[in-house]
């Protein structure tokens, strides 16, 4: 079976790659996805290490994660429409004002 | 064979994010993601946790990511506009080059500190068996942790009332 330092890597490859994401992209809904593989590569680590140790916290916390990202998504996804009402545009250098 | 497997699996997920990461299309990046989501469930199976699998391909792919698709098409933005000549300069050639720099030296930063661990092989005592147990996950979440349950029941319902909230038309 594959060492677990090699689900670790890979998650922190994943974890780099979303980061990068979030730097790099200027389209909020292509920032918001970089935020969802983050959360993917926190997932696998806590799958990893929860066989790692035998016991079942990992998935139980996979699953609370899982349902924070899908809170996240709906309000991150909301915010995204009202903002695009307003500026009919999606780059995060067009909002910087936080009234108008 | 499990080597093999994850090597495939580990690939797929890296280049398919790399990707979403990488492409101009917001359409092209959501469908990417699902394949890497794909991989990852495959991932969790190797790991023994069928159950994280099954939930990975029905709210990841399945709910989260048809909102995604749902909003991109409703706003109907092909295309990543150019930056705006006004803030170019943070956010220009060398703005990103520090980003991209920085995603670079925070990756090689973990991979050195996993490194110096050393090799931690799976152990195959015959506790390990039962973490693919549903009714163990079951237990745990409805017994040692119903309150984050509740908490996140709570979540869900504020999130829901705020995203009817937030995207509701005003006039």
């Known amino acids: 079976m594959v060492p677990l330092?090699?689900?670790?890597?890979?998650?922190?490859?994943?974890?780099?790659?979303?980061?990068?994401?979030?730097?790099?992209?200027?389209?909020?809904?292509?920032?918001?996805?970089?935020?969802?593989?983050?959360?993917?590569?926190?997932?696998?680590?806590?799958?990893?290490?929860?066989?790692?140790h035998g016991s079942?916290?990992?998935?139980?916390?996979?699953?609370?994660?899982?349902?924070?990202?899908?809170?996240?998504?709906?309000?991150?996804?909301?915010?995204?429409?009202?903002?695009?009402?307003?500026?009919?545009?999606?780059?995060?250098d067009a909002f910087t004002a936080l009234k108008w | 064979m499990d080597v093999v497997a994850f090597y495939a699996f580990a690939a797929i997920a890296v280049v398919s994010s790399l990707l979403v990461v990488g492409q101009r299309n917001p359409m092209h990046s959501v469908m990417l993601l699902i394949v890497s989501f794909g991989a990852l469930a495959g991932l969790y199976v190797l790991l023994d946790a069928p159950f994280s699998a099954v939930t990975q391909i029905i709210i990841y792919a399945g709910a989260i990511m048809v909102l995604f698709l749902f909003v991109v098409m409703l706003l109907n933005v092909p295309r990543e506009e150019p930056t705006p000549i006004s803030v170019a300069t943070l956010v220009g050639p060398t703005?990103?080059?520090?980003?991209?720099?920085?995603?670079?030296v925070f990756g090689?930063?973990?991979?050195?500190a996993l490194m110096r661990v050393g090799l931690s092989?799976?152990?195959?005592?015959?506790?390990?068996?039962?973490?693919?147990?549903?009714?163990?996950?079951?237990?745990?979440?409805?017994?040692?942790?119903?309150?984050?349950?509740?908490?996140?029941s709570l979540l869900i319902l504020v999130a829901m009332v705020g995203a009817v909230v937030l995207a509701r038309r005003e006039r």
């Not at chain 1, 330092?5 to 890979?10: K, Q, T, V």
């Not at chain 2, 799976?122 to 942790?145: M, W």
């Open chain 2, 121 to 152: 092989p799976f152990g195959q005592d015959p506790a390990i068996e039962s973490v693919s147990s549903v009714r163990r996950i079951g237990l745990g979440l409805f017994r040692d942790h119903v309150f984050a349950f509740e908490a996140t």
């Open chain 2, 95 to 104: 703005g990103r080059r520090i980003g991209a720099v920085l995603a670079l």
């Open chain 2, 108 to 112: 090689i930063e973990l991979l050195w």
């Open chain 1, 5 to 52: 330092n090699h689900y670790l890597i890979l998650s922190g490859v994943l974890f780099a790659i979303g980061t990068a994401g979030v730097f790099l992209r200027r389209n909020l809904i292509t920032v918001l996805l970089s935020i969802e593989i983050m959360l993917n590569a926190v997932n696998l680590t806590f799958v990893a290490v929860g066989r790692y």
């Open chain 1, 56 to 92: 079942v916290d990992g998935q139980i916390i996979t699953f609370f994660v899982m349902t924070v990202a899908a809170a996240e998504a709906a309000v991150g996804l909301a915010l995204v429409i009202a903002l695009f009402r307003h500026r009919e545009t999606l780059s995060p």
